[in-house]
């Protein structure tokens, strides 16, 4: 896996996780007022799950409790690409701007993936 990584912050899939929540937060402000405490927040609390796993993981006591947050993080991934999907069906967001979106989120669930596999040899 290379060089040991001390800090959460210098792993590449969080930083990636991190600059997908700042745009997920940018996009989400283009949603109908009416959706602010349903898909909003929804899709805002699973997006930030992703990065905030990945953190809390790092800075557990063992490989398996940081695998498990790891797998959290991975299902985060999940739920954020169906509220992506579902926010395009309804018209919030266009074909580029979800393709985008879901194609980022689809980077971190791999770099999640290889981590996980990674840390469990």
Known sequence: MGARIHHWQNLEVWQKAHRMVLDVYRVVQRFP????????????????????????????????EYIAF???????????QYLLLLAKDLGYLDEACYHRLHQGYTDVGKMLTRLIRALGR
């Open 33 to 64: 007022a009416a959706e602010r405490f349903r898909m909003t927040d929804q899709l805002c609390r699973a997006a930030i799950s992703v990065p905030t796993n990945i953190a809390e993981g790092k800075g557990r006591n063992s490989i398996r």
């Open 70 to 80: 790891l797998s959290i993080a991975r299902g985060s991934v999940e739920e954020v």
